[in-house]
T-cell receptor, first 113, second 111 residues
C-alpha cells in the first residue's frame, strides 16, 4: 500500500532563517507530487507541483523553492523565512492520471517568529 | 470571489442530527473531491465523484454538474465526525496538477 511521510510535524523558526521540509512517498512510482499551504481561515493554496525528477512548476511567486532529487522525494525550502510564511504546509501525491485522487501527508505547522 | 464556495462556514450539531454541507462552483469542472481534515491537520479523501451520488457508511455525496453544485450529507452524526470538510473541483481542462479548493466547513458535533 502507498504511504506518504512528511516531517517535521511542527516547526518554529525565526525570521530570516532557512527552511527545509521533506516529504517522501512509498509504494508507488513516478507520482505527481504537490506542496500546498493552508493559511488560517483560507483554502489550500498550491505552491509547487512536480511530474518527475527535477521537474518543478511554481504556482505562486514567493521566497520558497522546491526540489525533487529522487522520484519519491519532494523538498520545500527557503533561504530566508518571512513572517508571512507561517502556515500549515501539506505535501500530497497522486498517480499521473486525470481525475485521480490526492493523498495528503499529515502536514507541517510552521510558525515564523 | 473564490471559484468554489462552501456553506456554511461553521456548523454545530447535536449528536444524531442529519448534516448537509454545500459546495457551489463557478468554473466548469469534470469531477469534485470531498476531503476531511481532522484537528491534527491531516487530510483524507472521502469521495471523488463526477455525477450522481456516492455513499460510504454514514456519508453521502451528491453532485449536479449542470447546476454546479455538490452536497455532502452525514446521517446520524457523531462527535468523531467533527472536522473541517473541504470540497475541491477538478477543472474541465485540468492536466492533473490543479484543483480549486473551497475554504472548508468546520463541523462540530456535540454529544
Amino acid at each position: 500500500s502507498q504511504t506518504i511521510h512528511q516531517w517535521p510535524a511542527t516547526l518554529v523558526q525565526p525570521v530570516g532563517s532557512p527552511l527545509s521540509l521533506e516529504c517522501t512517498v512509498e509504494g508507488t512510482s513516478n507520482p505527481n507530487l504537490y506542496w500546498y499551504r493552508q493559511a488560517a481561515g483560507r483554502g489550500l493554496q498550491l505552491l509547487f507541483y512536480s511530474v518527475g525528477i527535477g521537474q518543478i512548476s511554481s504556482e505562486v511567486p514567493q521566497n520558497l523553492s522546491a526540489s525533487r532529487p529522487q522520484d519519491r522525494q519532494f523538498i520545500l525550502s527557503s533561504k530566508k523565512l518571512l513572517l508571512s510564511d507561517s502556515g500549515f504546509y501539506l505535501c500530497a501525491w497522486s498517480v499521473q492520471q486525470y481525475n485521480s485522487p490526492l493523498h495528503f501527508g499529515n502536514g507541517t505547522r510552521l510558525t515564523v517568529t | 470571489k473564490n471559484e468554489v464556495e462552501q456553506s456554511p462556514q461553521n456548523l454545530t450539531a447535536q449528536e444524531g442530527e442529519f448534516i448537509t454541507i454545500n459546495c457551489s462552483y463557478s468554473v466548469g469542472i469534470s469531477a469534485l473531491h470531498w476531503l476531511q481534515q481532522h484537528p491534527g491537520g491531516g487530510i483524507v479523501s472521502l469521495f471523488m465523484l463526477s455525477s450522481g451520488k456516492k455513499k460510504h457508511g454514514r456519508l453521502i455525496a451528491t453532485i449536479n454538474i449542470q447546476e454546479k453544485h455538490s452536497s455532502l450529507h452525514i446521517t446520524a452524526s457523531h462527535p468523531r465526525d467533527s472536522a473541517v470538510y473541504i470540497c475541491a473541483g477538478v477543472p474541465s481542462s485540468n492536466t492533473g496538477n490543479q484543483f480549486y479548493f473551497g475554504t472548508g466547513t468546520s463541523l462540530t458535533v456535540i454529544p
